[in-house]
Nanobody, 121 residues
Framework: QVQLVEFGGGLVQAGGSLRLSCAAF????????MGWYRQAPGKQRELVAG???????NYADSVKGRFTISRDNAKNTVYLQMNSLKPEDTAVYYC???????????????WGQGTQVTVSS
């Protein structure tokens, strides 16, 4: 079984920065895509940024130019550097990974427990 553990949420003023980390633990054979989603109160969960194993990335329009996703394949870890934060970035941020465990034939979607990011105005 694969577990994702997130670090780095917190409270920051508008214009500030935060860095989120998410590490995958368990009997992992391979990780394909990794990404960050967020869910604000009363809203649906949305994709913030994604990165595949080869390094290609994609971003939500609302965060382009402010957020940067990266990954360390050797550490099974994905990062989200968030700059120029706005109050509308306030949400619970979830890590996601498409993982293949040792001995299994199919990739599975794994999710972290979520970390709160609050941006004050």
């Amino acid at each position: 079984q694969v577990q994702l553990v997130e670090f780095g949420g917190g409270l920051v003023q508008a214009g500030g920065s935060l860095r989120l980390s998410c590490a995958a633990f368990g009997s992992i054979f391979r990780i394909n895509s990794m990404g960050w989603y967020r869910q604000a109160p009363g809203k649906q969960r949305e994709l913030v940024a994604g990165i595949i194993s080869g390094g290609s990335t994609n971003y939500a329009d609302s965060v382009k130019g402010r957020f940067t996703i990266s990954r360390d394949n050797a550490k099974n870890t994905v990062y989200l550097q968030m700059n120029s934060l706005k109050p509308e970035d306030t949400a619970v941020y979830y890590c996601n990974a498409e993982t293949l465990a040792n001995g299994e034939a199919l990739y599975r979607d794994s999710w972290g427990q979520g970390t709160q990011v609050t941006v004050s105005s």
